[in-house]
C-alpha cells in the first residue's frame, strides 16, 4: 500500500529532470508540479482499467527492462566512452549490439501484443 508514493516521487522526480533539465527544482515551481502529477496520475489510472491483466504488463515490461539491462545500457556505456579506451573495433560492435537489441524486442513485443489480441478475438 505504501509503495506506489515511493515509486511516484521517484517518477515525477526523473521525468521532471527528463522534460526540464534546465529549470529550476520542481519543489519550487508548483504549477508544474501539478501539471506532472496529474498527467502521471491520468496516464497510471488509464493504464490501470485498460490493461487487461497484470500479466500482460508484466510481459511488456519484463521484455523491455531485460534487453535494456542486458545489451543496450552496456552497449552506451561503451559508445559514451568518457576516458577513450573503446577502440573503432568497440564501438562498432556497440552499436551492432544496440540494433540488434531494438529488433529483437521489436519482434518480443510484436509476439506479445499479437498473443493478447488473438487472445480476446478468441474469447
Not at 559514451?80 to 537489441?101: E, P
Request: aromatic share 14%; proline share 3%; hydrophobic share 60%.
Amino acid at each position: 500500500m505504501l509503495v506506489f508514493p515511493i515509486v511516484f516521487f521517484a517518477l515525477r522526480l526523473n521525468l521532471d529532470g527528463l522534460l526540464f533539465p534546465t529549470s529550476r527544482h520542481i519543489s519550487h515551481d508548483n504549477r508544474r508540479f501539478t501539471i506532472i502529477t496529474v498527467s502521471l496520475l491520468a496516464v497510471i489510472y488509464l493504464a490501470a482499467n485498460f490493461i487487461p491483466s497484470i500479466w500482460d504488463a508484466f510481459q511488456f515490461t519484463g521484455a523491455t527492462a531485460a534487453v535494456l539491462i542486458g545489451f543496450i545500457f552496456p552497449a552506451m556505456i561503451i559508445l559514451r566512452d568518457s576516458y577513450g579506451i573503446a577502440t573503432k573495433r568497440d564501438k562498432v560492435l556497440a552499436v551492432t549490439m544496440i540494433v540488434l537489441a531494438v529488433l529483437s524486442n521489436s519482434v518480443a513485443l510484436y509476439s506479445d501484443a499479437m498473443s493478447i489480441f488473438y487472445r480476446k478475438v478468441e474469447a
